[in-house]
């Protein structure tokens, strides 16, 4: 009986340090998007634990400048994680092995992990056991050396092109500010090149922000802006060229559009945030309304923009480009607490703290 008690304990410690070693792979190494179970507990509670101290702030730069170490802080919360799941996983091997009683055990795994070496054992097999712990806390620590560079780089092409935005939409960033500015600066016939510099952008956040999903959290340096809130106002802008703007017919503006709800749909779905596959107006409707719409071509017009005569057919057009990004855009400017911006985080849901664990994904 007591062989299949310790069989069992080493079993359970085995486990726990495979999990755990998958969780930093899946965190440091794939370069895939990997839903981690462990990963999103501690965000999870972490983000609980700022919405508590959110509530006694009075403004957003307050709740912003606290925000801004929600992710680091989680992401650094992961190294201790780790290395005390391991040091129990090990601990528990060490105990099932017989090397000593439990707080020896724990002790001598804590001097394998740390490295610390105040504790031997003289059987071939614990030792073997205790070096790979060694190497797993060694490598560990290598991994997030090699992670934050990478992190940043990502972080650091995402800004600049936010940084960027804003001599072109203002700030915050507003489609009709950008094609104010285009049509008065650059002309109209310019946006072709910028539709793709965004393309390029979108596909860019959407591989980094789904294999690096901390980045999502990560704040822009200025309070006042975001990398949802850009997303918007370009996605808009494009969507209004397309269906109000009485210029010719631009494939790259809707390649755009696409790239862009592509985007945010799988770092949306990352978070288990539902949003409709193939929406469709006026079956899903939209944030925007009709009023908004017809104010803004108003003002597009007596700033000498051409604007299409058929009002009722680019309400039709735009309303059938923005239900493809309407709600995930909302949705997520909610998750990252984006500052306010026109047709999007004016008009967001309240937020809600998504479940701690993940749920499970249904094939369709």
């Not at 060694?138 to 092409?157: E, H, Q």
């Not at 945030?273 to 939209?286: L, T, V, W």
Request: proline share 5%.
């Amino acid at each position: 009986m007591d062989i299949l008690v310790r069989i069992s304990i080493f079993l359970v410690g085995l486990v726990m340090v495979v999990m755990t070693i998958f969780s930093a792979l899946s965190t440091f190494v794939l370069t895939r998007a990997a839903r981690s179970q462990l990963n999103r507990v501690i965000f999870g509670v972490m983000r609980r634990v700022f919405d508590f101290i959110l509530r006694f702030t009075r403004t957003y730069e307050q709740r912003d400048a606290i925000m801004a170490y929600y992710s680091p802080l989680s992401l650094i919360m992961l190294i201790p994680t780790w290395y005390a799941l391991i040091l129990a996983g090990y601990g528990a091997m060490y105990w099932s092995l017989g090397v000593g009683e439990w707080f020896a055990d724990i002790r001598y795994s804590g001097s394998s992990l740390l490295t610390l070496g105040f504790a031997t054992s003289e059987n071939p097999f614990v030792t073997v056991l205790s070096f790979s712990e060694a190497l797993l806390g060694l490598l560990l620590v290598a991994l997030l050396m090699a992670y934050l560079p990478t992190m940043y780089a990502a972080f650091s092409r995402r800004e600049q092109a936010v940084s960027l935005l804003e001599v072109r939409a203002g700030n915050p960033p507003s489609a009709l500010e950008m094609l104010l500015r285009f049509n008065r600066i650059h002309g109209l016939e310019k946006l072709s090149d910028y539709w793709k510099t965004w393309e390029i952008w979108f596909a860019d956040i959407e591989e980094s922000h789904t294999t690096l999903p901390a980045l999502v959290f990560f704040r822009s340096p200025r309070s006042d802006s975001s990398w949802v809130t850009a997303a918007g106002a370009i996605l808009d802008s494009a969507a209004l060229t397309l269906a109000a703007v009485n210029i010719p017919s631009d494939p790259s503006a809707a390649l755009n559009i696409r790239a862009g709800y592509l985007a945010l749909r799988r770092i949306a779905d990352y978070f288990d945030i539902s949003s409709p596959q193939n929406p469709s107006y006026p079956a899903d409707p939209i944030s925007v309304k009709r009023e908004e719409f017809d104010e803004l071509l108003r003002k597009l017009q007596q700033a000498g923009v051409p604007v299409k005569s058929d009002r009722e057919k680019a309400w039709l057009d735009y309303a059938g480009w923005r239900v493809n990004y309407d709600r995930v855009l909302l949705v997520l400017c909610t998750l990252v607490m984006a500052p306010e911006a026109p047709w999007s985080s004016d008009r967001a849901p309240k937020f809600k703290n998504p479940p701690i664990f993940f749920k499970k994904k249904k094939h369709h």
